[in-house]
C-alpha cells in the first residue's frame, strides 16, 4: 500500500536461521546425536571383565546372575569417581539406571554387571559352535528341532536360492 508505512520491528525481523542459531543452548560439536547415560567409560572398567546392563524383567537378572557368570557391579567396584558411573538411581550401591518403563508401567531398572572375560570369550566360542551347527543345518534343508512352520513339505518350507540340495 503506498500510504502505509513500517514499524521499526517490521524492517528488522531477524531470519529464522539468524534466530534458530542464536537460541543454541549447546555447542554444535558437543552432541553427536547418542544417549551416553549407560555409558561406563573404559578407564572406569577392571579390563579382565566384559560389563552389560540388565534389565530388571522377570526372571532375567536371576538368570544372569545367579545361573551364569555375571556379577552385580557395586559403587565400590568402579574405579573412577568422576566417571559418573557411581550415579545410582535407587539409593542402594549396585549400580543402575532407569531405561524405561515396565509392562505395568512401572519405572524399568537396569543394572550394571559384569563377568570375567575369560569365561565370556568360552561361552561366546560355544554359542559361535552351535550357531555354525544350526546354519550348517538349515542350508541343506534339515529344521533341528522339528517340522517347522509348515511342516517337512517342501513345497511350503523356506529353502533359500543357495542352499545345498541333499
Known amino acids: 500500500m503506498a500510504g502505509e508505512t513500517k514499524t521499526t520491528n517490521q524492517m528488522a525481523r531477524p ?3 539468524e534466530t534458530t ?8 560439536d558437543s552432541f553427536d ?11 572406569a572398567k577392571d579390563s579382565n571383565y566384559v560389563y552389560r546392563w540388565i534389565n530388571d ?31 545410582n538411581t535407587d539409593g542402594g550401591t549396585r ?8 509392562k505395568t508401567g512401572e519405572p524399568l531398572r537396569a543394572y550394571l554387571c559384569r563377568k570375567l572375560k575369560e569365561y565370556y570369550d568360552e561361552d ?20 533341528p528341532g522339528g517340522d517347522g512352520l509348515f511342516g517337512r513339505d517342501p513345497e511350503h518350507a523356506y ?7 541333499r
Open 15 to 17: 531470519t529464522r536461521q
Open 21 to 28: 542459531a542464536k537460541s543454541r543452548r549447546r555447542r554444535s
Open 33 to 43: 546425536g547418542l544417549d551416553y547415560r549407560l555409558d561406563v567409560p573404559d578407564e
Open 57 to 87: 524383567e522377570p526372571g532375567r537378572l536371576f538368570q544372569l546372575t545367579e545361573q551364569d557368570d555375571y556379577d552385580f557391579v557395586y559403587d565400590e567396584g568402579i574405579r573412577s569417581e568422576g566417571s559418573g558411573a557411581h550415579k
Open 95 to 102: 549400580i543402575s539406571r532407569i531405561v524405561g518403563r515396565s
Open 124 to 143: 561366546n566360542r560355544k554359542r559361535q559352535r552351535q550357531w555354525r551347527e544350526l546354519t550348517s543345518q538349515v542350508e541343506v534343508g534339515n529344521v
Open 159 to 165: 529353502i533359500p536360492r543357495d542352499a545345498r540340495r
